[in-house]
Structures are given as C-alpha cells and as structure tokens.
C-alpha cells in the first residue's frame, strides 16, 4: 500500500508501460549524476580488489548495482520502495551473479537485516526522501568501520532557490516520463547540514562535490556527498 500511494509508483508504472524491459548490458561506468559519463565513477566507494558486500539504497532499474557486481566483483543488493522497479531491474539485470535486488522501503530493510555491508549508496534514490535523522543512523549502523557511505542528491539550490534554514523537508516534485509532476517532500539540505547529521550518526564527512549541468543554466544541478564511518 505504501509503495503504491507513491509518486515513485507512478513514474514507475509510467516508465513500464512504455514497453517491456529487456536484458541490458551492463554499464561500462557507475553514475553519480543526471548527465552520463560525467564526474566520478565507482572509485569513490573505495571498494578495493577483494570481494565487498554492498547495499544500493533506491536503485530503480539496478544500473549502477550491475556495474558493481561486474565490473568491481561486489555482492550488491538493491533495494526500491516499488515493486514495478524491482521487476524491471530483475528483467534487465537477473542473470547476473552477486547481484539481487528487494522490494521494500530501505529503512525496513536495513532494520531488517543483521548484515554489516562494505559500502552502502544512493544515486538520487532513497538518501534525501527518508527523514535523515532516522535514515543516517541506520545506515552506520550497517557500515563497517571506515567504509564509505556516498549519494547524489539533486542539489539544495538548484534553480537558484535558497537553501534550507532549518531540518524540516521542503516541497518537491517527480518529474514523470510524460513531464507532467506529482509532489513529494525532500530534506534539501546543503553540504553543511549534511554534515551535521552525518557527524550526529557516526559518519565523518570526507567530501562534498557540486557539479553543473550547462543544459539546466548556472546553477549547480548535482551535490555528491562522501562519508566514512568512524
Ligand atoms: C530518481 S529514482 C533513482 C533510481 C536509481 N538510483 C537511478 O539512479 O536510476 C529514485 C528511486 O528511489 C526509490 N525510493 C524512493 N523512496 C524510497 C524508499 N523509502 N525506499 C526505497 N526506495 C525508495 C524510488 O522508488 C525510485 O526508484
């Protein structure tokens, strides 16, 4: 009933009904931002060589979570409130090994799980639309010691609005694939308060990138976060 009230539904339905999923190829690169093959790839998860057991929070079609398991021999999970996303990831991505995804909201999910995870990220997924104040402890509850938690979030000022004066969330939209909007809420935080809720759960911000997209004027379009567990 939650995930089907959600705009996230909608635009998921919207995207389904356009025509079947297939099997893809799997991304040469990870993406962080809304322009490909731009910014930083897979690298700022600090991975390493060995096996890593990784959760993607909000994956929608489990692009990035391929990546991951191919191309950076991770065990990835990904994890979407919709069910209809779930499946279409699963349609173009279920052959692959070291790589599943779960239906759920991401919170029920990591209260769920007893697993500690390597890496754990979010791609303008689920970081941003869950009240950080409940969402960030729990991330670093299920990151081991001094790896990295990373998301995207579209950035606080976009559009030249001002950013957030105080914890609450603001007034968004979901753009559909038809460009019509459905509101949601977002906690639009700039890098500062960022780091403030990541320091109150145990998290040690160690970057904070803006980037531009020259399509969408000057304002910057992207915040890319990195933090570590302490
Ligand atoms: C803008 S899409 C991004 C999808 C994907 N990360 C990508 O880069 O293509 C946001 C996704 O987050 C999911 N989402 C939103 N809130 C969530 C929550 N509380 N738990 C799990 N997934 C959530 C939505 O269903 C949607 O698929």
């Given at each position: 009933?939650?995930?089907q ?39 700022i ?14 994956c ?10 191919t ?14 996303q ?21 919170l ?16 303008f ?24 938690f990373?998301?995207?979030v579209?950035h606080p ?5 001002p ?29 500062s ?14 970057s904070?990138?803006e ?13 890319l ?6």
């Amino acid at each position: 009933m939650l995930a089907q009230a959600s705009p996230w539904y909608v635009h998921a339905l919207q995207r389904t009904s356009a025509g079947p999923a297939e099997p893809l190829s799997v991304p040469a690169r990870m993406e962080w931002l809304t322009r490909r093959d731009r910014g930083p790839g897979a690298e700022i998860l600090n991975l390493g060589p060995h096996r890593k057991r990784v959760l993607e929070l909000g994956c929608g079609p489990g692009h990035n979570a391929a990546h991951l398991a191919t191309r950076h021999a991770a065990r990835v999970t990904g994890v979407d409130l919709v069910g209809l996303q779930v499946r279409r990831a699963r349609s173009h991505y279920g052959r692959l090994r070291n790589l599943d995804f779960v239906a759920g909201h991401v919170l029920h999910y990591l209260q769920a799980t007893d697993e500690q995870f390597d890496a754990i990220y979010s791609v303008f997924g689920a970081v941003g639309l869950v009240a950080p104040q409940v969402l960030l402890p729990a991330i670093a509850q299920h990151l081991k010691p001094g790896r990295t938690f990373a998301f995207s979030v579209p950035h606080p000022q976009r559009h030249g609005r001002p950013p957030s004066i105080d914890d609450r969330p603001r007034r968004d939209f979901v753009t559909l694939p038809d460009r019509s909007r459905l509101p949601i809420v977002r906690w639009d935080f700039d890098c500062s308060r960022w780091e403030t809720h990541l320091d109150r759960a145990g998290l040690w911000l160690s970057s904070a990138q803006e980037f531009h997209d020259a399509r969408q004027g000057r304002w910057p379009t992207t915040l890319l976060i990195t933090a570590r567990k302490l």
